[in-house]
């Protein structure tokens, strides 16, 4: 025995192989034959089954029975493919959930007025109907490079022909332990993010629970891998048996690099400030915060919209749309913040005071009401019922306020901007615009790390982030030898 396989013995293992031997198994171009519950017109028909690796879903093609002319009422019921379909084959058998077809098209036939064909994709599929039995899951998610689960405390691992010295993270939500790791297929340089629960759950619970943290490390790494999933299910815990395995799309992946949690980075950082207590190791995001936001995620609708806004800004190239998106985000952010916390941000605290205040101005508007037309009065009216609820923008900056974060001018003055941003138009002159596209890029970036440091603090995360405004000041500027820094490329929050 070398002493690689004596290393490998001081590491906890991940039994991959039987995992993606089903994978490969089932994305095997094979025949089936076709059956729905109700008679239709694809039913007991041949159908070949095939995933090309440069597409994210599974490409069919069925023979039809009978010739469709081109003027036939053309539509997914009409094939009956908005059923659950039965796919019946001489090596194995699949089914497909009701509405898994997302796409179809018609092949032409050997006469050209003909269509003999059916083609489509599938989003789904099962090797067995998903019930609510318990089992141990594990879900492997493609991604186009090495994922950072790095970012987050954890440990070393080993699948016996690598060792990861780190990247091993436990993540618990609602009582339930997964494990999060990263997997690269030396031999094909293909990359992966794997997650498995350490005791039996169903099916429904694995799959809300793991969306959650796939989530949850987006915020953080700003990369959403959702193109395709592959959930096997095993009755063992090591995985070295699998009793079926499922395939699930959940959206576009988006991919922006858009990191917020740079540990190393960080690190030094601090120390050409002149503080070297920070370690690599502690710099990184606890195990317990990253569990709280996942389950935050899982919880909280507002996060999850707030996530997806940043994401789509992330990938938008107008540095005016990416505002807005990010704008929003803080928005919806702040609004989930105010109902949860309703006393902070009430204009008049003593809520006995507020109400005749309240009362005392609605009866002072009554003495105009003659003079007033009903649609002012009544709106009039409306504004002094909600007389001690907060402004938009004060209720972001309220926010901020809350969790104790001191925001500098700049990142004030950033915010005050909203109602420009949000009727479609920027702080600078219209003739201005298209030479200030490097500002309004930078003010984007900035816009950013305020909304992530509000959604970060919801969560509960104390720690440290990264400001890409002020890593991209220094990057485009870092040959200038007059250059001098200006703004922070990391805070403490």
């Not at 094979?30 to 039913?43: A, E, G, H, Q």
């Not at 050209?112 to 067995?128: F, R, V």
């Not at 959930?231 to 395995?245: A, C, P, Y």
């Not at 201005?432 to 970036?445: C, F, M, N, T, W």
């Amino acid at each position: 025995m070398n002493s690689f396989q004596e290393d490998v013995k001081k590491h906890p293992y991940k039994c991959l192989a039987p995992s993606f031997q089903r994978i490969d198994d089932l994305t095997l171009s094979d025949n089936f034959r076709i059956f729905t519950p109700k008679d239709s017109l694809v039913n007991d028909c041949e159908i070949s089954l095939s995933k090309s690796s440069t597409k994210h879903k599974f490409q069919f093609e069925i023979k039809l029975k009978q010739q469709i002319v081109p003027w036939s009422k053309f539509s997914f019921e009409q094939f009956g493919l908005n059923q659950e379909l039965a796919l019946l084959g001489n090596e194995k058998s699949l089914n497909a959930s009701a509405k898994s077809v997302t796409k179809i098209s018609l092949s032409l036939g050997t006469k050209e007025k003909d269509y003999k064909s059916l083609l489509g994709e599938l989003s789904e599929l099962d090797s067995t109907q998903v019930d609510n039995s318990s089992y141990f899951h594990r879900i492997i998610v493609p991604t186009e490079k090495e994922v950072e689960t790095t970012l987050i405390s954890g440990t070393s691992y080993t699948d016996k022909k690598t060792i990861y010295g780190y990247g091993l993270v436990t993540v618990l939500i609602d009582g339930n332990s997964y494990h999060m790791y990263r997997f690269s297929n030396r031999d094909n340089k293909k990359f992966y993010l794997i997650l498995e629960s350490l005791q039996k759950v169903s099916f429904e619970t694995f799959s809300l629970d793991t969306d959650s943290a796939i989530k949850a490390l987006s915020l953080i790494t700003g990369n959403w891998y959702g193109d395709e999933r592959y959930i096997v299910r095993s009755s063992e815990q090591l995985f070295n048996t699998i009793d079926s395995i499922h395939f699930r799309t959940a959206s576009y992946s988006i991919i922006s690099g858009h990191k917020i949690i740079d540990p190393h980075g960080f690190v030094e950082y601090m120390k050409a400030m002149g503080r070297s207590e920070f370690k690599n190791s502690t710099s990184v995001v606890p195990a317990i915060s990253f569990s709280r936001i996942c389950a935050m995620m899982k919880h909280v609708d507002e996060l999850e919209r707030s996530l997806f806004l940043i994401l789509e800004g992330n990938k938008s190239k107008s540095p005016m749309s990416r505002i807005t998106s990010y704008l929003v985000a803080l928005e919806t952010l702040a609004s989930s913040i105010s109902s949860k916390y309703p006393e902070h941000f009430k204009t008049i605290k003593n809520s006995k005071l507020s109400g005749k205040v309240r009362n005392s101005l609605i009866k002072k508007l009554e003495d105009y009401k003659d003079d007033l037309p009903p649609n002012e009065y009544e709106l009039m009216t409306r504004k002094l019922q909600n007389i001690n609820s907060p402004s938009n923008m004060d209720k972001i900056l309220k926010s901020f306020e809350l969790f104790g974060i001191k925001l500098p001018p700049k990142m004030k003055k950033i915010i005050k901007t909203r109602n420009v941003f949000l009727h479609g138009k920027t702080p600078f002159e219209e003739n201005e615009v298209k030479e200030k596209q490097k500002e309004l890029g930078i003010d984007s970036l900035r816009m950013h790390m305020l909304v992530s440091v509000l959604f970060l603090k919801f969560c509960g995360y104390s720690g440290h982030i990264k400001n890409l405004a002020g890593w991209r000041l220094y990057d485009d500027n870092r040959t200038d030898p007059n250059f001098e820094l200006t703004e922070g490329i990391y805070f403490t929050i």
